[in-house]
Nanobody, 122 residues
Framework: QVQLVESGGGLVQAGGSLRLSCVGSGRTFSRNVMGWFRQAPGKQREFVAT????????RYADSVKGRFTISRDNAKNTVYLQMNRLKPEDTGRYYC???????????????WGQGTQVTVSS
């Protein structure tokens, strides 16, 4: 059974940092694009960041550029999201996902985790 399990969320004050992890199991994702998305209460899920399977190319939403860093460890079947200088508007449930396409489009991501909650207080 293919699974993605996120962890690392929590409650943090504005300006703080969190590091999210997403571990895959059931198959290797070393040849897949992996991405992070988030969904704030009452809003649609949105793209946050994505990383090429080699780890040498990344893309970010404008709202997180310069503050978030996506990385991966293919040997561990894991993707990370380092989030610095967090803002209250970063609050939401963060999901990792896997795609065969180099894309920011949610519909092109095939497998999704259950998400981890991030809450940033002001």
């Amino acid at each position: 059974q293919v699974q993605l399990v996120e962890s690392g969320g929590g409650l943090v004050q504005a300006g703080g940092s969190l590091r999210l992890s997403c571990v895959g199991s059931g198959r290797t994702f070393s040849r897949n694009v992996m991405g992070w998305f988030r969904q704030a209460p009452g809003k649609q899920r949105e793209f946050v960041a994505t990383i090429w399977w080699l780890g040498d190319s990344t893309r970010y939403a404008d709202s997180v550029k310069g503050r978030f860093t996506i990385s991966r460890d293919n040997a561990k079947n894991t993707v990370y999201l380092q989030m610095n200088r967090l803002k209250p508007e970063d609050t939401g449930r963060y999901y990792c996902a896997v795609s065969s396409s180099w894309s920011e489009a949610e519909r092109l991501y095939d497998f999704w985790g259950q998400g981890t909650q991030v809450t940033v207080s002001s």
